[in-house]
């Protein structure tokens, strides 16, 4: 039963930072990639970050220069330290892993439940 527990949302000024982290814990599970996605009341979820196991990272537009994603292998942990943010970072973030349980079977993207971030003006 694999899981994904996140934390570090929370109310911040504009220009302020936080840092958000997400847990994933299981049996046994290998992992290709981890990310994180937001998603805006009514609008469209959007990919913020990517890194594989390997470390190579991928970034949106819109965060490059500010947000820097990591991820600690031997922890299964993922993070997004946020710096510089701005009111329309204003969302709900939600990690995301491909994973498979087994070397035979396919991978499957998990998710977890989500952290408020809120920017104030």
């Known amino acids: 039963q694999v899981q994904l527990v996140e934390s570090g949302g929370g109310l911040v000024q504009a220009g302020g930072s936080l840092r958000l982290s997400c847990a994933i814990s299981?049996?046994?599970?290998?992992?290709?990639?981890m990310g994180w996605y937001r998603q805006a009341p009514g609008k469209q979820r959007e990919l913020v970050a990517v890194?594989?196991?390997?470390?190579?990272?991928t970034y949106a537009d819109f965060v490059k220069g500010r947000f820097t994603i990591s991820r600690d292998n031997d922890k299964n942990t993922v993070y997004l330290q946020m710096n510089s943010l701005k009111p329309e970072d204003t969302a709900v973030y939600h990690c995301?892993?491909?994973?498979?349980?087994?070397?035979?079977?396919?991978?499957?993207?998990?998710w977890g439940q989500g952290t408020q971030v809120t920017v104030s003006s």
């Open positions: 890194v594989t196991s390997g470390g190579a990272a």
């Open positions: 299981g049996s046994s599970f290998s992992i290709a990639a």
């Open positions: 995301n892993a491909r994973i498979k349980t087994a070397w035979y079977m396919n991978w499957s993207d998990y």
